[in-house]
């Protein structure tokens, strides 16, 4: 089983910078990718930013609506991601989902979802 957990989520101004951290843990044996989701109340859950895990480059790939302005990095030896959010405006409101895939210790493949965080930009 893994498990993925998400932090760094809060209120902001318009104008701000918060940072988003991601955790992976359980029973992995590699991961695939991880990702940045997030999700208003009554919408569908759109993609923010994914960032592969087994390649060298680590190519990223972002929503158009936050080029330039969120960064994803990661770090391989502690199975986390992270999201700079930078020049944060109000439609970036949402909650924040972590989402890891790969397969576990036992050859099964996994896809699993953290429980959230609510990131608010407001004066």
């Known amino acids: 089983q893994v498990q993925v957990v998400e932090s760094g989520g809060g209120l902001v101004q318009p104008g701000g910078s918060l940072t988003l951290s991601c955790a992976a843990s359980g029973s992995i044996f590699s991961i695939y990718a991880m990702g940045w989701y997030r999700q208003a109340l009554g919408k569908q859950r759109e993609l923010v930013a994914i960032?592969?895990?087994?390649?060298?480059?680590?190519?990223?790939n972002y929503a158009d609506s936050v080029k330039g302005r969120f960064t994803i990095s990661r770090d391989n030896a502690k199975n986390t991601v992270y999201l700079q959010m930078n020049t944060l405006k109000p439609e970036d409101t949402d909650v924040y989902y972590c989402?890891?895939?790969?397969?576990?210790?036992?050859?099964?493949?996994?896809?699993?979802w953290g429980q959230g965080t609510q990131v608010t930009v407001s004066s």
């Open positions: 989402n890891a895939e790969g397969t576990t210790s036992d050859s099964s493949p996994f896809y699993s």
């Open positions: 960032i592969p895990f087994d390649d060298i480059d680590g190519s990223t």
